[in-house]
Every structure is written in structure tokens, then in C-alpha cells.
């Protein structure tokens, strides 16, 4: 059955606003769907894919809305919902219309100039060229304008990898496991999982497997004190705690309310009780100098341009600037150095990004070692090897979609250098004053995590 004409309408509508790039695509789109609750979820489905479609095709798609005599936003609109459920799907096309949409679907894209195939900025393209080359740019690219599929990550608290498959099968929801992270299911259609009991009792979190690598690179153990610095809603944190058998101390820092909010239910939801949110002000928190030199690993999810998640988030490519790039350039610095100070001598520093810049990640961490003489490099393929991870790689993990099927995420791993034995007496002088006198720093976050 056809779609109904109105939602090419809908789709202009929504699409001259997300256009505008004042706001994230998928809250603009969130909002208008509130506020059209007639709109079917069939209609809300073709309209959202639509604008995904032109934000993923945008360079492609405005050089040929632009010619002809319908106006662009409905030719731009035409493209998205076309791509998205096909010519025959729409309703209300004229014959002119229609026979425009099947000669653009016929060209062949690899013959495009390369940066209008690539559908990238000049700016984000040209560094990219700079940095892998044209043919590697087009082909990440080509991967990029792709939706991610949907990765599930196995919580060991609350089932096993063999339970989680055989309940998905009985729903029924098809999945097929993934080449490098041992607890994620790759689920072949995109089924909604939010009512799945599944979901609700915390047996599963939607995640990517290169979100789910990376906590596992952190290699954080039982029984171990851990802090994830730039928690967020707590994708890493949930996982971490996890692998740490759901004992130790992890600490869960954000400087947004907002998002430690989010971490909430889904924290309720994983059985965990290991983790402690703690709301901070900024990377130099009084709360964050009570724990100097007593963490064994710390994990830095910087925040960063994101140009590694272009395949959920579209739109980001064009909201990003060059500007925006050396702001978050000065953040990840002072973030990493504030950090530093929590890890204790021989522990573990990990900066990572979904970023795919050089500038965000290899330059950050070249500056933290210039600056950090008592932290080096543990070169990631021995940290892989220890984690017996399936991946070949340098120093750094470098995942990319159009290798390894994951978002793009770049992370290193800083070992803080072991500090000479302190002579025995000192040892036993320090260790009676620790007895007598407990550091008030788990006191304090534990009360900031209650609250
Ligand atoms: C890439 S996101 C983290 C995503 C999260 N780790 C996850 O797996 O879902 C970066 C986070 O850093 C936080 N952030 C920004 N500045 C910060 C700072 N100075 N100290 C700690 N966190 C900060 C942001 O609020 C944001 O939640």
C-alpha cells in the first residue's frame, strides 16, 4: 500500500528545520513527531529514514534538487523518502516527479567527483585525504553513509551469551554473534527490543561492539578501584562493571546532570552495585583530588566531535566545524590531565574518542606524554593480546566501519611508570597512618553518589 501523499509534506517540514542545524537531527525529529500524533508508525518510519537518507546524501542529493521547477526542499524531501521506501511506496508523485527520481537512482554514484560522492564537507574531506589518502576517504566514507546494524551486549550479571540467544530466538529475533567482542550479538533485522523481557530485567543493552571493545581494552578486574571519567548515560560504565564481576569501586563521573540522569534506570536494570555516579563541576573537582594516585584504571571517554558515529548520527558532519574542533582540542587536554592525577603508580590511563581526526586522537596523546613524563605508551597490540581480542593493530585501536563493521573509535593505553619501593620502615609508617586515619575521599563520593 502506497504511503499517503501528506507525508512528503511532513517530511519538508521537518526536514527545513533539522536543515537549519541548530539542534541534534533525531531530537528535532522526536519533537515533531510529539507534535504530530496522528502521523502512523509507518508514516513516522518513512519520514524519519527520508531525512536520514538526505542528511547521509546531502552534497549528492542538493546538486540535483537544485535544477527544476518544484522547489528544492520538496525535491530534497522527494530523494530522502524515495531512498528510503522506494519510488512505488509514494503517493501523490507527478509523472515529471517520478520520472526524475528513477533517472538520479539510475546514476552511477562512483562516478561522481570524489567529494560529492563522498558526501562529506571540504573541510572534514580534505583532512581526511590529508590523513588516509583518497581511495581509503571514499571508501570510509561509503561506509559511513550506511545505517549502523544493531549490536546487543550480553550482561553476564543477569544471563549467559547461550540464554540471551536461545530468549532472542523465541521472540522471534534472529542474531549472529561478532568477530571481536565476546559478549555481542549482532541482530540481523532491527526489531524493536524495548518491551522485551530480555530488556527490561537488564539481560541486554543495545551497544556497538566497538563501544564494547573499548571497555574491555580498559582491562579493569574484580575487586579493583575504577573510575570512567566521562561517563555519560553510561554505555562504558554498565560494561565495565560488568567485566569487574560487579565488585571493586567504579566511579561514574560526568559533568552533566542530565546524562548521569540517564545512567540511572539503566543502572537499576543491570543488577550492578558497584557503581557510583558522581556529578563533578569540571576536570579539577575537589572530589576528583581525593582520589589522586588511588585508581587503577581510569577510563577518559572524551567528549569529541563524534565524526566516528556518522553512520546513527548524519547530521553531525554537518553541525561539526574546524572551530569546534580546536574547542574540543583544549578540552580533551586539560580532561586527560586532570585524569592523570587519580592513577596510581603502575595503573592504567585510557584516552578514547569516536572521533576519526588525528588532531582529537593521536595529537592529544602525544601532548599527554610530552607533558607526562611518568605515564608511556602500552602499545595496543599487547593490550589486545592480554585481552585476547582477534584485532591487528599498532600502538592504537583504530576501528573503523569500513574494516571492521564497528563505528569509528580510536583509544590508547598510558601505563602510570612504577614509583622505586619506598624503604620497608617508611612502607609500615604509611600503611599504620592509612589505618588509623581512612582517606575521606570514599566517604565524600560515596555521599555524592547516594545523592
Ligand atoms: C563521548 S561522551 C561519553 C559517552 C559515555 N562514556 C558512554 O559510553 O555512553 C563524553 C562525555 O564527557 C562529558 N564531559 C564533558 N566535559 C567533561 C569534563 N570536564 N569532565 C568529565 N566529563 C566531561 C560529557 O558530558 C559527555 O557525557
Excluded at 528545520?17 to 508514516?43: C, M, N, Q, V
Excluded at 528510503?84 to 509514494?90: C, K, P
Aim: charged share 25%; net charge neutral.
Amino acid at each position: 500500500m502506497r504511503l499517503p501523499p501528506a507525508i512528503i509534506n511532513n517530511t519538508e517540514e521537518v526536514l527545513r528545520e533539522i536543515l537549519r542545524f541548530t539542534a541534534p537531527a533525531d531530537s528535532t525529529l522526536s519533537r515533531y513527531f510529539r507534535d504530530h500524533p496522528r502521523l502512523g508508525s509507518r508514516e513516522r518510519g518513512a519520514i524519519a529514514e527520508g531525512i536520514y537518507a538526505v542528511l547521509r546524501n546531502k552534497s549528492f542529493y542538493t546538486d540535483f534538487a537544485e535544477a527544476g521547477s518544484t522547489p528544492t526542499m520538496r525535491r530534497l524531501s522527494l530523494l530522502g523518502l524515495a531512498a528510503a521506501v522506494g519510488i512505488d511506496s509514494l503517493g501523490g508523485l507527478s509523472e515529471e516527479e517520478s520520472e526524475w527520481l528513477t533517472r538520479i537512482e539510475q546514476i552511477d554514484r562512483t562516478l561522481l567527483p570524489p567529494m560529492m560522492r563522498a558526501n562529506l564537507p571540504k573541510w572534514l574531506y580534505d583532512k581526511l585525504v590529508a590523513q588516509n589518502g583518497e581511495a581509503d576517504t571514499l571508501q570510509l566514507a561509503d561506509a559511513l553513509n550506511q545505517p549502523a546494524p544493531l549490536d546487543l551486549r550480553v550482561n553476564t550479571i543477569k544471563a549467559s551469551k547461550d540464554e540471551v540467544v536461545a530468549a532472542l530466538a523465541t521472540a522471534p529475533i534472529l542474531c549472529e554473534p561478532t568477530p571481536y567482542a565476546p559478549l555481542c550479538l549482532r541482530v540481523l533485522k532491527k526489531p524493536s527490543l524495548q518491551n522485551l523481557p530480555l530488556f527490561k530485567n537488564g539481560a541486554i543493552e543495545v551497544q556497538d561492539e566497538g563501544s564494547q571493545i573499548l571497555a574491555q581494552i580498559v582491562g579493569a578486574k574484580r575487586g579493583e578501584m575504577v573510575v570512567d571519567f566521562c561517563a555519560g548515560a553510561g554505555g562504558k560504565t554498565l560494561a565495565l562493571g560488568a567485566l569487574m564481576r560487579n565488585t571493586g569501586r567504579l566511579y561514574a563521573f560526568d559533568v552533566s546532570d542530565k546524562r548521569l540522569t540517564k545512567l540511572k534506570p539503566r543502572l537499576a536494570r543491570s543488577g550492578l552495585s558497584n557503581v557510583h555516579p558522581v556529578l563533578i563541576a569540571h576536570e579539577r573537582d575537589a572530589k576528583i583530588k581525593r582520589l589522586a594516585g588511588k585508581i587503577d584504571r581510569v577510563l577518559v571517554d572524551a567528549p569529541c566531535s563524534g565524526l566516528g558515529t556518522l553512520r546513527r548520527n548524519p547530521d553531525v558532519k554537518w553541525r561539526q566545524s574546524e572551530r569546534a574542533i580546536v574547542e574540543l582540542n583544549e578540552k580533551q587536554n586539560a580532561i586527560m590531565a586532570g585524569a592523570a592525577r587519580l592513577v596510581k603508580s603502575g595503573g592504567r590511563l585510557v584516552y578514547a574518542t569516536c572521533s576519526l581526526l588525528d588532531e582529537e586522537n593521536e595529537a592529544v596523546v602525544a601532548q599527554f606524554l610530552a607533558t607526562h613524563d611518568d605515564f608511556a605508551l602500552v602499545p595496543m597490540r599487547d593490550v589486545l593480546a592480554e585481552q585476547k581480542i582477534a584485532l591487528e593493530m599498532d600502538d592504537y585501536l583504530k576501528l573503523l566501519p569500513h574494516k571492521h563493521q564497528t563505528d569509528g573509535f580510536f583509544a590508547a593505553v598510558l601505563e602510570r611508570k612504577k614509583l622505586p619501593a619506598k624503604p620497608a620502615q617508611v612502607r609500615a609508617d604509611a600503611a599504620a597512618a592509612d589505618a588509623i586515619e581512612p582517606s575521606d575521599s570514599d566517604t565524600d563520593l560515596a555521599q555524592s553518589a547516594a545523592e
